[in-house]
């Protein structure tokens, strides 16, 4: 696989703001914070062995109202006071996180809960995932009433009636129940970075989830189906920023995966706590493991990027989307967000085999924050990481056998039929969309609302906005 030719259905992403959150989440001043940078002091040290669940790790998790005033706080910060959201936003059509965006693109493989409740502001649809449909699912063990508003294949041609419309999925990649966490991710993290605004490895204080870095993004995305359609779907996006290589300040993704034999679910502070090996502050004198890891102090960066339709490679249009991620933390070399990932130790590593849905994972993550490296950690079943390695994305990914076409299909069709949904209800006007996809289920569900429901702070935190 040629990361090069990639242009063909999504530009680079442009970073167009980064953000540092505090325990409230407001937005600090500095808003470079929380910003942390790649280490590899842990890189090939087969001695050195991270327990991600020693209660040495001490972990401070962000709480849901944390979450929610976050995101109209770094909404808020793009704004420009004399320009409207799309023009702050540099056209972008779409905003939300870059998480969303990973979701819809591998939405094919069922592997997991897509939850997102949409509105519509400035000319700008904001997406926001709801974070208690997979409690939702659980209880209800799948006896879960559904919208009768479901989405059709992107193949066929959809048909409408009053306020429904749909499309069948279809299936390219196996079957699987394993979610990832940002809990681990976090942990992991804390032992690749520093910062260096503190003297201390993150992993030596509380990891602290609301302790955030964001970069903002916008990409465009083309029409895969199509080389020759013009058009393109511009998003704009934000992410938490773990890490940045100080070489080029690039963000290095961070995440971890489960092991084949294990069914536990990954968790955040998992992530968490493994990218605190992994990383530095230059503000703070340890190393982030030392400390408490706190999953509130966040560093994020917001992009945006162009789509291009997949379908038609004629099609002049691009459809601009915004994102926000976190960034764990970045090359110094290039300021590049670094990946981080874990995948199970297995004795013959030589012939390990990635399972389809977290290598795709891993691939849209590297594309979406424009990173060229990728740690991984070798986990086994008790969550102890026993040797890290450092990969770049085009080595990691050029022998792989997925179609890298069919993401940025699923992105521009899931992306095209929320713009649909947007449209005039007769005379009246569409103010919420509810989107989900259950854990199995080969279709997404759609929902549409004239008023903001009362009891989805996700999204009426936007409302007055």
Request: include cysteine.
């Amino acid at each position: 696989m040629n990361l090069e030719s990639l242009n063909n259905y999504i530009s680079k992403p442009k970073c167009i703001a980064e953000i540092s959150l505090n325990k409230d989440g407001s937005i600090l001043e500095q808003k470079a914070a929380n910003k942390s940078y790649f280490i590899d002091k842990f890189i090939n040290q087969d001695t050195f062995y991270i327990n991600l669940k020693s209660p040495l790790l001490l972990y401070e998790d962000k709480t849901k109202e944390m979450e929610i005033s976050s995101r109209r706080n770094i909404l808020q910060s793009i704004k420009r006071s004399d320009s409207t959201l799309k023009d702050s936003l540099y056209g972008a059509e779409i905003y939300c996180s870059s998480g969303i965006l990973k979701k819809f693109a591998t939405s094919h493989l069922q592997n997991g809960i897509v939850d997102v409740w949409c509105v519509k502001i400035d000319g700008v649809i904001i997406m926001v995932e709801d974070s208690t449909s997979e409690a939702r699912q659980q209880s209800t063990m799948g006896n879960v009433e559904h919208s009768s508003t479901d989405f059709k294949s992107p193949r066929e041609v959809s048909h409408y009636s009053h306020r429904s419309y749909s499309f069948e999925r279809n299936l390219k990649f196996a079957y699987s129940h394993r979610s990832y966490s940002f809990e681990r991710n976090l942990k992991f993290a804390a032992f690749l970075k520093e910062n260096l605004v503190i003297d201390k490895a993150p992993f030596v204080e509380c990891i602290r989830a609301w302790k955030q870095y964001r970069r903002v993004y916008i990409a465009d995305l083309k029409n895969p189906h199509d080389p020759n359609d013009k058009r393109s779907l511009r998003v704009a996006y934000n992410s938490i920023i773990h890490c940045v290589d100080k070489a080029n300040d690039k963000p290095v993704v961070i995440t971890t995966r489960p092991s084949s034999y294990s069914h536990r679910s990954y968790s955040f502070e998992r992530n968490l706590k493994f990218a605190a090996f992994l990383k530095e502050n230059l503000v703070i004198d340890k190393a982030p493991f030392v400390e408490c890891i706190r999953a509130w102090k966040q560093y994020r960066r917001v992009y945006i990027a162009d789509l291009k339709n997949p379908h038609d490679p004629n099609d002049k249009r691009s459809l601009r989307v915004a994102y926000n991620s976190i960034i764990h933390c970045v090359d110094k070399a290039n300021d590049k967000p670094v990946v981080i990932t874990t995948r199970p130790s297995s004795i013959e590593g030589i012939n390990f085999v990635w399972r389809s849905d977290q290598l795709l994972k891993t691939y849209m993550q590297s594309i979406l924050l424009d990173s060229d490296k990728v740690v991984i950690g070798e986990c086994d079943k008790n969550h102890v990481v026993r040797s890290i390695s450092l990969k770049n994305t085009e080595g990691l990914f050029r022998n792989s056998d997925f179609d890298e076409k069919t993401p940025y299909e699923n992105l521009w069709y899931v992306i095209s039929q929320i713009q649909r949904a947007f449209e005039t209800d007769g005379e009246k006007t569409i103010k919420c969309l509810h989107l989900i996809k259950w854990n199995g289920d080969d279709k997404f569900r759609a929902k549409r609302f004239y008023n903001i429901p009362e009891d989805k702070a996700c999204v009426g935190v936007f409302e007055d906005f």
